[in-house]
C-alpha cells in the first residue's frame, strides 16, 4: 500500500502544474471567446468549414459528452453536417489542458502526435460526412438570455470559475479516477504483461478499442492511465488508440448523436474515429520511434526523492479543487429539494453530464414563451422552471436538442398552494 500512495503522489504531482495551468488557458478560451466566433466559420457547406471546425475544436476543453449540447448548437446556428463531425470528432480527443497534462506524462512526441491525429481525423471524418449524409434544414436559436447576465460579472471571475469550479465539477471524478487507476496498474500489473501481445500489435488495438469505447473516459483522465499501460509492455500505437478512441465516444454519446443527428452520420462519426485510431496506431508502431521515456519517468518517480515543493504546492491546490468542486456537486442533488414558489415547476431531464449540457437545456428552454428563469443540474438531472410555459412546450425544447424528457418531478407534485 505504500508503493500505491507513493505512486499516486508522484503522478499528481507530476501533472498538477500542467492542469492548472491547462484550466486557465481554457478558462480563458471560453470567457474570450464568444460561441458565434465558431458558427461564423462553419456554416459553409465545403471543406474550409471541416477544416475550421477541426482547428478550432482541437484546443477546446469539452469532453465527449459536453461536446455533443455545443455541436448541437452549431447546428442551430447553421453549421454544416461535416463541420459538426468535425467538431465532434477532433473536439474531445484533447484540449489545451490535456495536451500540456500529455507533454507532462508522455513527452513531446505524444504531445505532438495527439493534437494532430485529432486534427486530421476530424477533417477526414468531416469530409465523409458532407459527401454521404444529406443536409437537412433546421431552425436558429437566439443567443441564451442567461449569457448576458453572465457579462456582467467580471470577466476574470469568470475565467476562474470555469477553469477551477465548472471543468472539475465536470472532469474532477473522472480524472481522479484516471490517476488511481494509473497509480494501480503500476502497483497491480505484472511488469511487462503486455509483452505476451507484443508479436500482435493489432490484437492490443482491438482489445482497447472493446474496453475504452463504451466507457467515458476524458482526454486528461485518459493520460495517466495510458501511460502506466505503456509501463506494462503496452506498444505506443495502442497507447496513442486509448488517448484517441477513449476520450472521442462513449456509450451515451452515440446514442445522443444517433438521435440528434442520424443513423448514416453516427455510423461515419464512429468508423472514422475507430479506423483512424487504428490507422495512427500502427503509423507509431511502424515509425519504431521510442516513447518510453514518459512511462519510464512514471516508474523512476516511485524510487525518487519526493516531487519539488512547488510541484507538492500545485497538487495540494489541484486536490482542494476537485475535492471542492465535487463536494458542491454532490449537494447540490439536494439543492432543489427546498419549498418551491407557485410558478415553479421541476422537471426530470435525463442524459445530462456536465456544465456544456446544463447550459444546452437552459438556453433551449429559455427561448420558450413564458419561461421566465430556467436552471438545470446534471447531477441531479433536474430542470428547474420559473414562469408558466406548458409541459408539451418545454418537453420539445428538451427533446429538440437530444436530451430526455421525463415530466415533471414529485417535489413538483407536492408543489405549496
Not at 123 to 147: A, F, H, M, T, Y
Not at 215 to 226: D, E, F, K, L, N
Not at 270 to 282: D, H, K, N, R
Not at 359 to 366: G, I, K
Amino acid at each position: 500500500m505504500p508503493v500505491f500512495y507513493s505512486s499516486l503522489l508522484n503522478v499528481v504531482c507530476e501533472m498538477a502544474p500542467y492542469l492548472l495551468l491547462g484550466f486557465f488557458i481554457a478558462g480563458v478560451l471560453h470567457v474570450f471567446v464568444p460561441q458565434r466566433f465558431y458558427a461564423n466559420y462553419l456554416s459553409r457547406k465545403n471543406k474550409f468549414s471541416v477544416v475550421w471546425a477541426a482547428l478550432l475544436g482541437v484546443p477546446l476543453p469539452l469532453c465527449s459528452c459536453g461536446v455533443i449540447p455545443t455541436a448541437i448548437g452549431l447546428r442551430n446556428e447553421k453549421a454544416s453536417k461535416g463541420a459538426i463531425a468535425s467538431f465532434l470528432i477532433a473536439t474531445p480527443q484533447t484540449g489545451i489542458d490535456s495536451i500540456l497534462a500529455t507533454f507532462s506524462l508522455m513527452g513531446l512526441g505524444f504531445a505532438i502526435i495527439r493534437p494532430t491525429a485529432a486534427l486530421i481525423t476530424g477533417i477526414c471524418g468531416g469530409l465523409l460526412v458532407n459527401r454521404l449524409v444529406k443536409e437537412d434544414s433546421c431552425c436558429s436559436l437566439s443567443e441564451n438570455s442567461q449569457l448576458s447576465a453572465l457579462r456582467s460579472q467580471p470577466k476574470i471571475w469568470r475565467v476562474l470559475k470555469y477553469a477551477y469550479y465548472d471543468m472539475l465539477r465536470d472532469i474532477g471524478l473522472r480524472l481522479l479516477i484516471g490517476l488511481i487507476v494509473a497509480a494501480l496498474i503500476q502497483v497491480a500489473v505484472p511488469d511487462e504483461f503486455f509483452l505476451s501481445f507484443g508479436s500482435q500489435p493489432l490484437l492490443q488495438m482491438l482489445v482497447i478499442l472493446v474496453i475504452a469505447i463504451p466507457m467515458y473516459i476524458c482526454s486528461t483522465g485518459s493520460i495517466p492511465v495510458a501511460a502506466a499501460l505503456m509501463m506494462k509492455g503496452l506498444s505506443p500505437g495502442a497507447a496513442l488508440v486509448m488517448l484517441m478512441a477513449g476520450p472521442a465516444v462513449n456509450l451515451a454519446s452515440i446514442l445522443v448523436v444517433h438521435k440528434s443527428m442520424g443513423r448514416r452520420f453516427t455510423a461515419i462519426y464512429l468508423m472514422t474515429i475507430v479506423g483512424f485510431s487504428i490507422l495512427f496506431g500502427l503509423l507509431l508502431n511502424a515509425t519504431g520511434i521510442n516513447f518510453t521515456t514518459g512511462a519510464e519517468d512514471i516508474c523512476c518517480m516511485s524510487k525518487s526523492a519526493l516531487p519539488s515543493p512547488f510541484k507538492i504546492v500545485c497538487a495540494t491546490v489541484l486536490t482542494i479543487l476537485i475535492i471542492f468542486a465535487l463536494i458542491m456537486k454532490f449537494f447540490s442533488k439536494f439543492i432543489s429539494k427546498k419549498p418551491l414558489d407557485p410558478d415553479v415547476t421541476v422537471y426530470r431531464v435525463e442524459d445530462m453530464h456536465c456544465s456544456h449540457c446544463e447550459a444546452a437545456v437552459v438556453r433551449a428552454v429559455e427561448e420558450v414563451p413564458g419561461v421566465e428563469k430556467a436552471k438545470a443540474s446534471a447531477s441531479a438531472n433536474t430542470l428547474t422552471i420559473k414562469g408558466h410555459a406548458t409541459e408539451e412546450t418545454i418537453r420539445a425544447a428538451v427533446e429538440g436538442i437530444g436530451y430526455t424528457f421525463k415530466g415533471k418531478t414529485c417535489l413538483s407534485m407536492r408543489r405549496p398552494q
